[in-house]
């Protein structure tokens, strides 16, 4: 009943932009902390963006001052602006929430389902 929905991934030639997209959607109280993830092919799921439910962010070395994590509360999304892209990329992202659900005292963590960003020439 609750989940992620993502959106926004595709192909990219190197130095271009994507927007990807990220909403909850259920019983919802609050949400919490947000971010985004990406799993490249033989690699392990790397943490690249966060932010807290006051506009809070970092970013991983590889992603920052490229990328760009913002959030809408009214609408329980998270957005990636993701500039200059490059090759190393590619990958498949995924968003994360930490949320409270209405009638739950503690806390829950959702995935959503990922998107595909290719970068290629």
């Known amino acids: 009943q609750l989940q992620l929905v993502e959106s926004g991934g595709g192909l990219v030639q190197p130095g271009g932009s994507l927007r990807l997209s990220c909403a909850a959607s259920?019983?919802?109280?609050?949400?919490?902390?947000m971010g985004w993830y990406r799993q490249a092919p033989g690699k392990q799921r790397e943490l690249i963006a966060t932010?807290?439910?006051?506009?809070?962010?970092n970013y991983a070395d590889s992603v920052k001052g490229r990328f760009t994590i913002s959030r809408d509360n009214a609408k329980n999304a998270v957005y990636l602006l993701m500039n200059s892209l490059k090759p190393e990329d590619t990958a498949v992202y995924y968003c994360?929430?930490?949320?409270?659900?209405?009638?739950?005292?503690?806390?829950?963590?959702?995935w959503g389902q990922g998107t595909q960003v290719t970068v290629s020439s």
């Open positions: 932010i807290t439910s006051g506009g809070s962010n």
């Open positions: 994360n929430a930490k949320v409270l659900r209405v009638g739950v005292r503690y806390e829950y963590t959702y």
């Open positions: 259920g019983s919802i109280f609050r949400v919490n902390d």
